[in-house]
């Protein structure tokens, strides 16, 4: 007997090419059942395939979490260092003085001071938060006056005598004044600490 083959490119069809070889009904289910087999192996190591692929995924989606939950407490630590209460408070008085408003300072002195009294030099001491003045009088009496008259003062509190001594000058003479106040610093909040001035 003798058999025809069938050539895969003839137009037969697949199933008569793997069917075709078979001759009994035995053999071609036992085909059926290689060919079904083959199929579930092929589906089982694609799906264990894709299964992997996921875990894999997840494996390096969880490590990037951690690293990220890792940096932003490393970040966190970094980010905020404890506050120094003692330091915080020099800065905000050294803030102060260096917006102290010296144009009040001066609007005072001028409105203060009679006509009669020469300011010879003004020396502020920030870290004392003290001003001292030297003026000049025709008089004690003169100079005293001006003393009262700074109790009145915006910026200047405590204003008192440290000397005075009487010179003479040409034909005239003139008492001469060391004066001491203590500066008024603002009391609101800090300029860009919140809160407006």
């Known amino acids: 007997m003798s058999r025809a083959i069938v050539p895969l490119h003839s137009g037969a069809g697949w199933r008569s090419t793997l069917f075709g070889m078979c001759p ?27 299964e992997a692929r996921d875990a894999a995924v997840e494996i390096v989606r969880s490590e990037d979490r951690a690293n990220h939950v890792d940096a932003t407490v490393a970040r966190a630590r970094t980010a905020a260092p404890p506050v120094n209460e003692r330091l915080a408070s020099e800065m905000a008085t050294t803030v102060r003085r260096l917006n102290f408003p010296w144009p009040t300072v001066l609007d005072d002195l001028e409105r203060l001071t009679p006509e009669r009294v020469a300011i010879l030099e003004l020396s502020p001491d920030a870290g004392r ?3 001292q003045l030297l003026v000049q009088a025709p008089t004690a009496a003169d100079g005293f006056e001006m ?51």
């Open 24 to 50: 009994t009904p035995a053999s071609r289910a036992l085909a059926l059942v290689l060919l079904t087999m083959g199929v579930v192996a092929w589906l089982g190591a694609a799906l264990a395939w894709f």
């Open 129 to 131: 938060e003290q001003v």
């Open 147 to 197: 003393v009262e008259r700074l109790k009145a003062a915006h910026a200047l509190s405590a204003t008192r005598v440290l000397r005075y001594e009487s010179r003479a000058q040409a034909n005239t003479r003139a008492v001469q004044f060391l004066l001491q106040a203590d500066l008024r610093l603002p009391t609101g909040p800090v300029p860009g600490q919140g809160g407006s001035q």
